[in-house]
């Protein structure tokens, strides 16, 4: 073999008996023994009888894993290990039955029937790359993923030529994506976003390690628009880059975004020296059908916005949209020779049948059918936030949300049961379209019940959550 400069290297000639074919003799690699592990394993299974749960940062738990085991030499002929599987999975069919049945703290709308497309699970759909343009790979469902994005671009007022989107992973997805267009359009912005805002959008301020100033919120949830201004006023000289929640992840608070643009534009930021994502994750398909919630619109001057597709629309798994100008992506693309596309995205390889499951039910329920469940979903969460009241238990619910925020249980295993989410002293419900009266009337029941218990003796008292909620919503001892 020649090298540079005539220079010839040696190369290990291949002996007479190589076998190409050849695999390793024994494949399964040995079992590694941790040292300390079994103390671990001994104090998290402890922890779990006792209801308690803990972080244990730096260490994985793996006391409820599935152990995954080799094949018997004769498994193929005794059946037994395809039967163990089947018990596996009859017996976790059972658990997910069951934990849907209760399942109330996280906004995911568990109701929906995709039975006909059963029929698509053996195909490996993958549309890695730009939506918009054809790769080689041929195993695709592109003509669904731009047809949900159409149905998208006109929910929220942008022209088909005037808009770049696809489908991602996650909310979170979405949420890095927006970020990411602004911080390219904007290099050297300063990221602005809520006290209440998702993690993941300072998890994209690390990644990108872009400054980022945390404004205040109200009451409610809100970003603090006095506070916003005060902070932009102070970095005057830097473009801003802004995150506006549309629906925040505890109190459902939804920001006003006409009073943030105006704002901006009070303080001197010329549309061009700002930069709008808004974090539709959790109600980016509910506001536009409710009367009085501000507007999400590309009328206005806003960059990108996010939703996630397992929350409201009820996709089976984690998936998103996302819809940003066509303009700023040129910005951020490549071509990429190996798949003949470019690539805008923040993944690799994408879920090709997220959008199969999303058009799907666009198609069934159409604008007016997410309008009826919208308005199903407001009067639920009224019912459940007066109910909660009449029972004597502190609870807010802000007018454009169907999130009811509320003292939290005191025992850990009704939260559990309910998979609750809980921040300090308080939980929320997050009432979706496949909660209904009677789920909330079964959850109001025990929860009264138990807190008779909870609470008999006089000594221990329900929580105070006026600093959370008010005190007009708190019914603590003090404040009721
Ligand atoms: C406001 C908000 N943004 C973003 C996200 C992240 O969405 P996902 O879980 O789809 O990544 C959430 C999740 O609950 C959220 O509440």
Not at 426 to 452: G, Q, T
Request: with cysteine.
């Amino acid at each position: 073999m020649e090298i540079d400069n005539g220079v010839v290297a040696m190369v290990d000639i291949l002996s007479e008996d190589f076998d190409p074919t050849a695999v390793v003799a024994e494949p399964l690699p040995p079992v590694v023994t941790g040292d300390s592990n079994g103390d671990l394993i001994g104090k998290v299974a402890e922890d779990l009888k006792g209801r308690k749960r803990e972080i244990v940062l730096g260490r994985n738990v793996h006391t409820t894993c599935l152990e995954v085991t080799e094949p018997d030499a004769n498994d193929e002929f005794t059946g037994d290990k395809d039967a163990y599987m089947a018990g596996v999975l009859a017996r976790y069919r059972k658990t997910l039955i069951e934990r849907t049945k209760h399942h109330l703290g996280y906004p995911y709308n568990l109701d929906f029937d995709y039975g006909a497309l059963s029929q698509l699970q053996h195909f490996s759909i993958n549309n890695l790359g730009d939506p918009f343009i054809e790769s080689n790979y041929g195993v695709h469902s592109r003509q669904f993923e731009v047809g949900v994005l159409d149905w998208f671009a006109r929910l929220w007022e942008i022209e088909k030529n005037e808009y770049w989107g696809y489908i991602t992973n996650c909310g979170t997805e979405g949420n890095l994506h927006g970020v990411l267009v602004g911080r390219e359009v904007l290099p050297d912005g300063i990221l602005y976003a809520s006290r209440d805002t998702h993690y993941s959008i300072f998890k994209a301020a690390r990644m990108y390690r872009m400054e980022c100033v945390k404004v205040d919120t109200l009451m409610s949830g809100e970003i603090d628009c006095a506070n916003f201004r005060a902070k932009l006023l102070a970095n005057k000289d830097k473009p801003a880059i802004i995150n506006v929640n549309i629906g925040t992840t505890v109190k459902g608070a939804v920001d006003d975004l006409d009073l943030v643009i105006k704002t901006l534009e009070e303080c001197g930021f010329n549309h061009d020296r700002f930069y709008i994502h808004c974090d539709g994750a959790l109600f980016g398909l509910m506001m536009p059908f409710v009367k009085l919630a501000p507007k999400v619109s590309f009328k206005k001057p806003i960059g990108s916005v996010s939703v996630s597709g397992h929350k409201f629309v009820g996709c089976p798994m984690p998936c998103g949209v996302q819809i940003t100008r066509l303009e700023h992506i040129n910005v951020l693309s490549n071509n990429v020779e190996y798949l003949a596309s470019r690539d805008a995205t923040i993944m690799g390889s994408r879920n090709g049948h997220a959008p199969i499951f999303l058009w799907y039910t666009l198609n069934r329920k159409g604008y007016k059918g997410f309008q009826k469940e919208v308005q199903k979903c407001l009067r639920n969460a009224h019912y459940l936030k007066d109910r909660l009241r009449d029972a004597g238990i502190s609870a807010m619910l802000n007018e454009l949300s169907s999130t009811v925020v509320f003292e939290r249980p005191q025992d850990e295993e009704f939260v559990r049961r309910w998979q609750l989410a809980c921040q300090g002293n308080i939980a929320h419900v997050v009432v979706m379209p496949s909660v209904n009266i009677d789920k909330l009337d079964d959850f109001l029941n025990e929860l009264v019940e138990k807190r008779s218990t909870w609470y008999k003796d006089e000594k221990v008292q329900p929580p105070c959550i006026a600093a959370d909620v008010g005190t007009q919503n708190c019914l603590c001892g003090k404040h009721k």
